[in-house]
């Protein structure tokens, strides 16, 4: 739920790229991106989801959220 600021689509994009070959835990990704979203656009509550997939078929699914004071 946005309040005063929004994200571009592009930026928001090449930002995602930008964890493409970083080697992390996806709970720490995914965190990580919840953190800077949060800072960046300041919104009242907000819900991440990484959907991963990588080598050997492991599929992980991580949701964090975060809910701005009241």
């Not at 907000?46 to 080598?55: A, E, H, L, R, Y």
């Amino acid at each position: 739920m946005p309040d005063r600021k929004c994200l571009e689509l592009k930026s928001l994009k090449l930002y995602f790229w930008s964890f493409r070959d970083e080697g992390a835990f996806h709970e720490a990704v995914t965190n990580r991106i919840l953190e800077d979203l949060v800072a960046a656009c300041q919104p009242r509550r907000m819900t991440v989801t990484g959907d991963f997939t990588c080598g050997g078929g492991l599929h992980t699914v991580v949701t964090v959220s975060h809910e701005a004071a009241t």
